[in-house]
C-alpha cells in the first residue's frame, strides 16, 4: 500500500509540473470565433469572387483578409491575458509561444506575396500549404500547449495535404478547400480547449 501510495503522489506531481509547464493563454470562445469568421468568408466566397475581374486575386485578398482578422482575435485575447496576469512565468510562455509560431505565419504570408505579385498562375497551392504551415506551427509550440491539441496539428496537415492532391481542376478555390481545413480546425481546436477546461486541466 505504501508503494501504491508514494507512486499517486509520484503522479500527483508529474501532473501539477506539467500544468505549470503548459502555456494557459488560447481559450475556446475566441477559438470559436476565428471558425466563424472562416465559415463566413466560405459562404460570401462565390459572391465576391464572381463579381471581380480577377478571381484568383480576390480569392487571396478574401482569404488573407480572414487570416489578419483570425489573427487579430487571438493576438488580442493573448496580449489581455498577457497584461492582466502578473507572474513572469506565464508572460515567457506567451513570448515562447509567439515566437515558435511565427516562423510557420511569416512564411505563409511571404509565399503569399510572392506568389500574389509574380506566380498568381500557382496561386491554387496555397491553400494546402496554408494549412500544412498552421499544422506545423502547431507541432512547433507543442510542448508548451496541452497534449490534445497535438490532434489539431495532425488536422490542420492531413487537410493541408488532401487539398494539394484533390485541390485542382472543378475544386480550384473552391470554398471547401478552406472552410474544411480552418473551419474545422478551428472548431476542433476550440472543443478541445473546452474540454479541457471542463476537466480543469490547462487550456
Request: overall charge neutral; hydrophobic content about 55%; charged content about 10%.
Amino acid at each position: 500500500m505504501k508503494l501504491d501510495e508514494a507512486l499517486e503522489h509520484l503522479d500527483a506531481i508529474k501532473s501539477v509540473a506539467n500544468r505549470s509547464n503548459t502555456f494557459e493563454g488560447l481559450r475556446a470562445f475566441p477559438t470559436a470565433l476565428t471558425s466563424l469568421v472562416a465559415i463566413a468568408a466560405a459562404c460570401l466566397q462565390s459572391g465576391i469572387v464572381a463579381q471581380s475581374t480577377d478571381p484568383t486575386r480576390a480569392f487571396l485578398m478574401l482569404w488573407v483578409s480572414v487570416a489578419a482578422i483570425a489573427l487579430v482575435i487571438v493576438l488580442a485575447d493573448m496580449v489581455l491575458r498577457y497584461y492582466r496576469d502578473p507572474t513572469a512565468r506565464e508572460r515567457r510562455m506567451t513570448l515562447d509561444v509567439l515566437a515558435r509560431l511565427s516562423p510557420a505565419i511569416i512564411v505563409g504570408a511571404s509565399i503569399t506575396t510572392v506568389v500574389f505579385f509574380t506566380a498568381i498562375e500557382i496561386a491554387w497551392v496555397l491553400p494546402g500549404l496554408w494549412a500544412a504551415l498552421l499544422g506545423m506551427g502547431v507541432f512547433a509550440a507543442s510542448s508548451l500547449l496541452p497534449s490534445s491539441l497535438q490532434k489539431v496539428g495532425i488536422w490542420y496537415i492531413g487537410c493541408g495535404l488532401a487539398v494539394l492532391i484533390l485541390g485542382q481542376g472543378d475544386w480550384v478555390m473552391h470554398p471547401l478547400t478552406m472552410a474544411i481545413p480552418f473551419g474545422g480546425g478551428q472548431v476542433l481546436a476550440a472543443g478541445l480547449m473546452h474540454i479541457n477546461t471542463a476537466n480543469g486541466e490547462a487550456i
